[in-house]
C-alpha cells in the first residue's frame, strides 16, 4: 500500500497560491503534498516561510540519487514512419513495448502516417515519488506493515505501538518495545470492516445483486479521471472467449489473497511480497515489488463477475496498477497486456497495415491493436453520421483529411481481425449523436477490397470537395465586402434594410400626395374622415420621384428573391452530396444484398456493450439455450440488453433494469458523446465458458462470505434495534416518566452505553455464530487482544473446525496455498 499520490486539484491549488512554474516546479509540490498528507495549506504556509526547506526536500535526494550512479528516467520516445529516423531522450523504450502498435490510426491533420505512434516516457510523479532509499525503504515498510496488521500477520522483530492492558510500567509515548504486552495473549475476533468506510458504504442488503442481472465493474476512487475500464471489463466479462482468455493472462497463481475491503477498491498485496514483509526483509529492491500482479488482479475481477453476490464492484486497484493511466485506461489495458500475452490475446487483438492507395501492394508498416480509438473534430461531424462513416475517415485518415488522393496517400486495412473488437469515440464527440450499427460488417476495408475502398476514397474526396464548393457560394450569396475598409458584411440584411428604408420614402411620397387630394376637395371631414382616403394626386416631381422608389424596391425585392432561390438550390445540391456520403457509408456493410460480383467474405460483428465514462454500462447479456423444448413452444429470447448504473451516495446506489435496443441506441447518446462500444462475432458468444481454478474458486467464495457476513451483521442490527424498540415500548407503558427526563436518556451517552450492554449476551452469543448457508465458518481475523482488524491476509493458513466455533492459529505447512480465506468447503 503505497503512499496515496496527491490529486491534480491539489497540486494546481498549491502551484497557484505559490506563484510557481508549473512544469518545473511539479515535482517540488508533489512530493510535499505527500509529507504533509495531502495538505495543501501547509505546503503553502511552509514554503511561504521558507522556500529553500520545500526546495530541498527534493534536491537532496536526487542529488543523492546521482552521486550513487541511479539510471535516470527516459524522458521520451518519438518513432516517426521511418524505423531508422527515431528522436529518442536519454534511453529508447523497452523493446518489449514495440511489439504492439498503437491502438487507432491517427488522422494526417497532424501530419502522422496512420500508423505513427508516440510513447510518452515521462518522469512526472514517477520522479518525485523517489525520495531517497531511506524514505522510500521507511515508507514502504510503514505500509507494508498496516497491510500486515489488517491480514492478521504477525511481524517478527516488529516494535508495534500497542501495549499489554494489564502493564504497570510507567506510561511512554513511543515505540513500544516486545515486552510490554504478553506474547501469549493473543485471540481471535471476528473480523468486521473499519467504521469509517463502513460508515459511507451503503447497506448491504441495497447492494445486493440483482436476481439474472450482470454485476457491474465501476470506477471507485481514480486519479485518472473519468473512464469506462470498468464498464469495459463487464461486457468482456459477458463474452466467453474474453473472459477465457484474460482468465488465461499471465501465470494462475497458488493463492489470490483476500481483503474483506477488496471490492472497494483496497489492494490485495502479493504472496511473495508479505512472505518478504513476515520474514522481516526489510531491503526492497523495487517498489513495484510489493504490488498485486496485473493479471493476477484480472483474475480476481473475472472470478468475482462470475460468482459474486454483490451488485457491483470497484476496477480502481487495476486502473492504478496500469503504467501511465492518465493516457486512458482503456487503451492502457490492451497496450500492457499484449506484448506480455500476444498468443493468448489473440482473440482480442487485430492487425492492420499501412498500404498505398494506388497499386496491389500492402506496404511494410503493420500495427496490431485491441481497441480501436476515433477521435475527429467537431466540423467534421458535418460530414460523419454513422460509425461506419467515422470507421471510414479514422482508416482512410491520410486521404479524408485533406480531401484529395495523390500518388503518396496512403490507408489502413484489416489484415488480420480477431473475434472480438472494441470501438472507442474520443475528442469532443458529435454534438447531437451518430448512428450505432447492430451488426457490424468491415468488409471495404480488408486487403481483397482495396480497389473498393480507393475508388470510395476518391467519391468521398469528391463530395466534400463538392461541400466546400457550395458552401462558398453560399458565403459569396450572404457576404458583401465594403471596398472602401474591407469590411465584411451580411448582404441580405443589408438589402433587407435599403428596402426598409426606401419603403419609408414611398409612404411618404405616397402620404403627400394624398395630403394635396385633401387639400382640393377642402379637407371635407365628411367625405374623406380619415386623410389617407383622399385620392392619389402629387405633383409631377413627386410623381417622378415615386415611380423611381418603387423601382428601387421592386429591384431589392429581386434580389432577395434571387438569394432565396439561389439558396434554395444549394440546399438542394447539399441534400443530394449528404444523401451521397450516406451510401457511401453503406457500402460493402450488407451481406445479402443481391446482384453483388463478389460476396462478402468479413466477419459479422454483433453489438455486444456499450460503456459510458459515467458508470452507466449497457450490456447484452446471453441466456444458456434449453437443450430440451417442448414442441410448438415459442423459442425463448437469448439475448437480453441491461442499463446496469451506479448511483453513489443514494440510498439504493445500484440500477439494474432491463431495455430493448432501440433504447440502447437512444439513450447513449443522452449519457455520453464518447461511448466505447465492444463487438464479438456469434464464434466468441458460443464458446463454452472454462471453469474458474481452485483458487480463483476460493477467492470468490471467501467473498462472498464476507458479504453474507455484511448481511448477517445487519440484519442482526436490525432485529436488536427492533426487540430494543419493544422493550422501550415496554417500559413506557409500564413506568411513565417525564418528558424532560425521557429525552434527556434517549439521548445521553449512559443510555446508549446501557443499551449496548443491554445487548452484549446476545452479541457474545453469536459473535461467532455460521451466517452462511454451507454451514462454514465465518471469516477471523488474527490480532492483539481487544484490537479487532479488518481481514486482509495472504500468506497465512487459518485451522478450523468444521462443527466448531472454536479458531486457533496454525502455521501453514511447506508447500501449502497461502493467502487464500478460511474455506471448509474442500469439494
Known amino acids: 500500500m503505497a503512499l496515496m499520490a496527491p490529486s491534480e486539484e491539489k497540486i494546481s491549488q498549491v502551484i497557484d497560491f505559490a506563484g510557481l512554474n508549473p512544469h518545473d516546479d511539479r515535482t517540488m509540490v508533489v512530493q510535499a503534498l505527500k509529507d504533509t498528507g495531502g495538505n495543501v495549506e501547509a505546503v503553502i504556509m511552509q514554503y511561504f516561510d521558507n522556500p529553500e526547506s520545500v526546495r530541498d526536500v527534493v534536491q537532496l535526494p536526487r542529488r543523492a540519487a546521482d552521486r550513487d550512479g541511479t539510471a535516470k528516467h527516459a524522458a521520451f520516445h518519438i518513432e516517426s514512419m521511418n524505423k531508422n529516423d527515431a528522436i529518442k531522450s536519454n534511453t529508447p523504450p523497452p523493446e518489449g513495448y514495440g511489439s504492439m502498435a498503437p491502438s487507432r490510426p491517427p488522422s494526417r491533420s497532424n501530419g502522422r502516417s496512420p500508423l505513427s505512434r508516440m510513447g510518452d516516457w515521462t518522469t512526472g510523479d514517477t520522479a518525485a515519488a523517489s525520495t531517497g532509499p531511506s524514505r522510500e525503504d521507511e515508507d514502504m515498510q510503514r505500509a507494508l506493515r498496516e497491510s500486515a496488521q489488517e491480514a492478521g500477520i504477525a511481524m517478527p522483530e516488529q516494535q508495534s505501538g500497542v501495549t499489554c492492558t494489564q502493564s504497570t510500567s510507567t506510561p511512554y509515548f513511543g515505540p513500544a518495545n516486545r515486552n510490554d504486552y504478553d506474547q501469549d495473549n493473543w485471540a481471535m475476533v471476528p473480523a468486521a470492516p473499519s467504521q469509517s468506510q463502513a460508515s459511507s458504504a451503503p447497506a448491504p442488503s441495497s447492494r445486493k445483486r440483482t436476481a439474472g442481472a450482470p454485476a457491474l465493474l465501476v470506477q471507485g476512487i481514480s486519479t485518472v479521471g473519468a473512464h469506462g475500464l470498468g464498464g469495459l471489463l463487464t461486457v468482456l466479462h459477458q463474452i466467453p472467449i474474453a473472459r477465457n482468455v484474460l482468465l488465461e493472462t499471465g501465470a494462475p497463481a497458488a493463492s489470490y489473497g483476500f481483503n474483506s475491503e477488496w471490492w472497494k477498491g483496497q489492494e490485495i498485496l502479493s504472496t511473495h511480497a508479505l512472505g518478504r514483509l513476515q520474514s522481516g526483509d526489510s531491503q526492497w529492491d523495487n517498489q513495484d515489488d510489493s504490488k498485486p500482479d496485473v493479471e493476477e488482479e484480472i483474475h480476481r475481477l473475472m472470478a468475482f463477475l462470475d460468482l459474486t453476490e454483490r451488485s457491483f464492484g470497484s476496477a480502481s486497484v487495476l486502473t492504478d496498477l496500469l503504467p501511465y493511466p492518465s493516457l486512458g485506461p482503456e487503451k492502457q489495458f490492451y497496450e500492457y497486456l499484449g506484448p506480455r500475452n500476444e498468443k493468448k490475446l489473440r482473440p482480442l487483438i487485430h492487425s492492420a497495415a499501412l498500404a498505398p492507395v494506388f497499386g496491389d501492394g500492402l506496404g511494410d508498416e503493420e500495427a496490431k491493436f485491441g481497441l480501436l480509438e476515433m477521435e475527429h473534430l467537431r466540423s467534421d461531424y458535418t460530414y460523419i453520421k454513422t460509425v461506419y462513416e467515422s470507421i471510414d475517415h479514422t482508416m482512410w485518415s491520410d486521404v479524408l483529411s485533406w480531401n484529395e488522393v495523390h500518388e503518396g496517400s496512403k490507408m489502413a486495412m484489416f489484415t488480420e481481425m480477431g473475434e472480438v473488437l472494441a470501438i472507442k469515440v474520443n475528442g469532443d464527440g458529435p454534438q447531437e449523436s451518430i448512428d450505432i450499427p447492430e451488426k457490424l460488417y468491415l468488409e471495404k476495408y480488408q486487403t481483397n477490397r482495396k480497389d473498393e475502398a480507393r475508388r470510395i476514397q476518391m467519391s468521398w474526396c469528391d463530395t466534400k470537395n463538392a461541400i466546400v464548393k457550395i458552401a462558398k457560394e453560399e458565403q459569396q450569396l450572404y457576404e458583401w465586402r465594403n471596398d472602401w475598409d474591407h469590411q465584411m458584411l451580411d448582404k441580405r440584411q443589408m438589402i433587407e434594410k435599403a428596402r426598409g428604408q426606401w419603403q419609408v420614402y414611398s409612404d411618404y411620397l405616397l402620404g403627400l400626395g394624398k395630403f394635396r387630394g385633401m387639400v382640393a376637395s377642402g379637407f371635407d371631414t365628411d367625405r374623406y374622415p380619415d386623410y389617407r382616403m383622399a385620392p392619389y394626386e402629387p405633383c409631377e416631381a413627386e410623381s417622378m420621384a415615386f415611380e423611381r422608389v418603387v423601382e428601387v424596391i421592386q429591384m431589392l425585392v429581386r434580389m432577395l428573391t434571387d438569394i432565396d432561390m439561389r439558396l434554395k438550390s444549394l440546399n438542394s445540391q447539399?441534400?443530394?452530396?449528404?444523401?451521397?456520403?450516406?451510401?457511401?457509408?453503406?457500402?460493402?456493410?450488407?451481406?445479402?444484398?443481391?446482384?453483388?460480383?463478389?460476396?462478402?467474405?468479413?466477419?459479422?460483428?454483433?453489438?455486444?456493450?456499450?460503456?459510458?465514462?459515467?458508470?452507466?454500462?449497457?450490456?447484452?447479456?446471453?441466456?444458456?439455450?434449453?437443450?430440451?423444448?417442448?414442441?410448438?413452444?415459442?423459442?425463448?429470447?437469448?439475448?437480453?440488453?441491461?442499463?446496469?448504473?451506479?448511483?453513489?451516495?443514494?440510498?439504493?446506489?445500484?440500477?439494474?433494469?432491463?431495455?430493448?435496443?432501440?433504447?440502447?441506441?437512444?439513450?447513449?447518446?443522452?449519457?455520453?458523446?464518447?461511448?466505447?462500444?465492444?463487438?464479438?462475432?456469434?464464434?466468441?458468444?458460443?464458446?463454452?465458458?472454462?471453469?474458474?481454478?481452485?483458487?480463483?474458486?476460493?477467492?470468490?467464495?471467501?467473498?462472498?462470505?464476507?458479504?453474507?457476513?455484511?448481511?448477517?451483521?445487519?440484519?442482526a442490527e436490525a432485529e436488536a434495534e427492533a426487540t430494543e424498540g419493544k422493550k422501550t415500548s415496554e417500559r413506557e407503558s409500564t413506568e411513565p416518566i417525564s418528558p424532560y427526563k425521557r429525552k434527556h436518556r434517549a439521548d445521553s451517552m449512559e443510555s446508549m452505553d446501557s443499551n449496548r450492554a443491554s445487548l452484549g449476551s446476545d452479541d457474545a452469543q453469536n459473535v461467532f455464530d455460521n451466517p452462511f448457508e454451507d454451514g462454514q465458518t465465518s471469516t477471523a481475523t488474527m490480532t492483539a487482544s481487544g484490537t479487532p482488524l479488518t481481514t486482509a491476509f495472504s500468506g497465512k493458513g487459518l485451522d478450523t473446525g468444521a462443527d466448531s466455533t472454536e479458531v486457533r492459529m496454525a502455521e501453514s505447512p511447506p508447500g501449502a496455498e497461502g493467502g487464500e480465506a478460511v474455506d471448509d468447503d474442500r469439494g
Not at 605 to 633: H, K, M, N, W
Not at 663 to 684: F, G, H
Request: hydrophobic content about 35%.
Open 574 to 715: 447539399m441534400e443530394r452530396i449528404m444523401v451521397k456520403q450516406r451510401f457511401l457509408g453503406r457500402l460493402l456493410t450488407q451481406p445479402g444484398k443481391p446482384n453483388r460480383p463478389r460476396p462478402m467474405t468479413c466477419k459479422e460483428f454483433l453489438l455486444r456493450g456499450v460503456v459510458t465514462p459515467s458508470d452507466i454500462t449497457y450490456v447484452c447479456q446471453r441466456a444458456e439455450p434449453d437443450l430440451i423444448e417442448e414442441v410448438g413452444e415459442r423459442p425463448k429470447q437469448l439475448d437480453q440488453w441491461w442499463r446496469l448504473a451506479y448511483v453513489p451516495h443514494e440510498e439504493q446506489p445500484m440500477k439494474a433494469e432491463k431495455v430493448d435496443i432501440e433504447r440502447v441506441l437512444r439513450d447513449v447518446w443522452q449519457e455520453t458523446k464518447t461511448p466505447l462500444m465492444i463487438y464479438a462475432t456469434e464464434t466468441a458468444l458460443n464458446v463454452a465458458r472454462t471453469p474458474l481454478t481452485a483458487p480463483l474458486l476460493r477467492f470468490a467464495r471467501a467473498e462472498n462470505k464476507a458479504f453474507r457476513q455484511e448481511l448477517h451483521h445487519e440484519a
